[in-house]
């Protein structure tokens, strides 16, 4: 990543692309990767790529380590820079869990885009990072663009 992201802007498009996994996944968690661009604190989402959920879980999610190197160097041959990840709760808050900050620890930099996923509802969407301080969790705006 290029800079710190304070927030994120995610085109029509691309939401419709992560909402589609959501709903392929239900009622698991769907997961994957978030690739684009970062200027001046904004990461702009300009692609999802969605990788297989291998807890197979509606309250949890992770990928094989391959899959998720595999998306994000195909989008630096693409010119797009790895934003961070997305994830589903079915049927729950765009809240991260317990697990879901012990991860984003780990990663400090990675933005977490989390989609409150019920099927015939409207989905709920909220984005996270651990903040400047390098333990707090800083909430972002999220932007339909």
Known sequence: MSGRVYSLAIPRGVLEDVLR????AYPEEACGVLLGRV???RGTVLKAVPLRNILRSRE???FEEAEFMSAVLAG?????EYIGLYHTHPDRSPIPSLP???RMLECPGE???IVGFSPGRRATLAAYRVGDDGYSLLVM???EV
């Open 39 to 41: 200027e001046r604190g």
């Open 111 to 113: 933005v977490w885009l």
């Open 100 to 102: 879901d900050r012990h």
């Open 60 to 62: 949890g999610f992770w």
């Open 141 to 143: 705006p999220v932007e």
């Open 76 to 80: 630096r041959r693409e010119g797009l």
């Open 21 to 24: 996994h959501a709903s392929e």
